[in-house]
């Protein structure tokens, strides 16, 4: 016999156009006994989710701007609950799952009524159910995995602390010095795990990760996600639909790129904050034009300058290291590694042409925050799937 749920998710989910939400939710609000499967059907489609390559950072970013925070709050909900039940889940995912914050979603949405919150759950299941697969970038949960190192490397424990004082401090100058210690640190860290793998004959091999890439002036920030991808030896490539970029590398350049592209995107914001400020006291109003321009001047002079500290650093490593005659073939050897594994996810991938900047002194202002941040120019956009 076909149950309440069955009959509600015919109608709202598995049917063409909105007029069956009404009918389905109707259905579930008139049904308290089937709030427990109700909860366990989200979760399946969680799941399935999972099998398909998503992760739980990029089902939150697609809900939050595609549906409501309701919507958010139930699928945060559901993504605890559900994750919960795996003995092991993969690496990037506590961090993930701790950017969800507590647990909430039920007191904050008690003073909805049934047919509201049925109607919630059924819009949430029908985006989950019309997720395409994407390509993995790690194992989905549940798989055992190995045993991680304990601890953080000390470098990438001093790469934050520099990085956290660049976005803290209100002196240019000084947050230029300190970015650039940190490429600094990130490019010879690379070198040093590099020739790592290489004398012990590590089984090493190119990962992936996925960043998110939010509106507004998404195209630059993607463009400033691929400029410091490049200079940190990783391809990146953006998915516009979904909002996320995917990038390929080395597990230690990952890591180099997610820690700069965030403190890098903070310290662009921040500057682009107080030069804005300048020109409103001026009495120039050009908002959205001024901040599209920053951003993608930003993002166009950060890779050559990126490029230029990672040059250094290998520079230094051959003047220091025995092995000086082993780096070159080991980076690139590396490159072509990352080069292919990126081809293999992506076979097929477009460049965007960016459009759309208007205003000189926004892109003025925003090259000289690069500058003053250690950033150079790109000719291309972000990569495309």
């Given at each position: 016999m076909e149950s309440v749920i069955d009959k509600a998710f015919a109608a709202a989910l598995y049917s063409d156009g909105d007029d069956g939400l009404d009918t389905g939710a109707s259905l579930l609000a008139a049904a308290p006994d089937a709030d427990a499967e109700l909860r366990r059907r989200?979760?399946?489609?969680?799941?399935?989710?999972?099998?398909?390559?998503?992760?739980?950072?990029?089902?939150?970013?697609?809900?939050?701007?595609?549906?409501?925070?309701?919507?958010?709050?139930?699928?945060?909900?559901?993504?605890?609950?559900?994750?919960?039940?795996?003995?092991?889940?993969?690496?990037?995912?506590?961090?993930?799952?701790?950017?969800l914050g507590p647990a909430e979603a039920p007191a904050r949405d008690r003073g909805q009524d049934r047919f509201t919150r049925a109607t919630t759950h059924l819009q949430l299941y029908r985006l989950l159910l019309r997720l395409p697969a994407l390509e993995p970038v790690g194992p989905p949960p549940g798989d055992a995995l190995p045993a991680p190192a304990e601890g953080e490397p000390r470098t990438l424990t001093r790469i934050r602390a520099l990085l956290a004082k660049a976005e803290a401090t209100g002196y240019p100058e000084e947050a230029e010095v300190l970015t650039a210690k940190a490429q600094e640190l990130m490019a010879r860290h690379s070198l040093d795990e590099a020739l790592l793998a290489a004398r012990t004959h590590a089984k090493d091999a190119p990962g992936a990760c996925r960043i998110?890439?939010?509106?507004?002036?998404?195209?630059?920030?993607?463009?400033?996600?691929?400029?410091?991808?490049?200079?940190?030896?990783?391809?990146?490539?953006?998915?516009?639909?979904?909002g996320f970029s995917t990038v390929v590398g080395f597990e230690a350049d990952l890591e180099s790129v997610e820690l700069l592209h965030t403190s890098l995107l903070v310290q662009g914001?921040?500057?682009?904050?107080?030069?804005?400020?300048?020109?409103?006291?001026?009495?120039?109003?050009?908002?959205?034009?001024?901040?599209?321009?920053?951003?993608?001047?930003?993002?166009?002079?950060?890779?050559?300058?990126?490029?230029?500290?990672?040059?250094?650093?290998?520079?230094?490593?051959?003047?220091?290291?025995?092995?000086?005659?082993?780096?070159?073939?080991?980076?690139?050897?590396?490159?072509?590694?990352?080069?292919?594994?990126?081809?293999?996810?992506?076979?097929?991938?477009?460049?965007?042409?960016?459009?759309?900047?208007?205003?000189?002194?926004?892109?003025?202002?925003?090259?000289?925050?690069?500058?003053?941040?250690?950033?150079?120019?790109?000719?291309?956009?972000?990569?495309?799937?």
């Open positions: 989200g979760e399946e489609y969680l799941g399935r989710a999972w099998r398909r390559g998503w992760q739980p950072a990029d089902v939150v970013r697609l809900v939050r701007r595609d549906l409501d925070e309701p919507h958010v709050r139930l699928a945060a909900d559901l993504i605890r609950t559900e994750t919960g039940g795996y003995a092991h889940l993969p690496p990037r995912w506590a961090a993930q799952l701790a950017e998110g890439v939010d509106a507004p002036y998404e195209t630059a920030k993607a463009m400033l996600l691929d400029a410091v991808a490049a200079a940190n030896h990783c391809r990146a490539v953006w998915n516009e639909a979904f914001t921040a500057a682009m904050t107080t030069a804005e400020a300048g020109q409103r006291a001026a009495g120039r109003k050009r908002t959205k034009t001024f901040r599209q321009a920053f951003l993608m001047a930003y993002a166009h002079r950060i890779g050559g300058r990126l490029a230029e500290a990672g040059e250094h650093a290998v520079t230094e490593a051959e003047r220091e290291t025995r092995d000086a005659a082993a780096l070159l073939p080991v980076l690139a050897a590396r490159e072509v590694a990352v080069t292919g594994r990126a081809e293999e996810m992506f076979p097929e991938t477009t460049t965007t042409r960016v459009r759309g900047v208007t205003d000189g002194e926004g892109w003025a202002h925003g090259t000289a925050a690069a500058d003053r941040a250690r950033v150079a120019p790109r000719d291309r956009g972000p990569a495309l799937p």
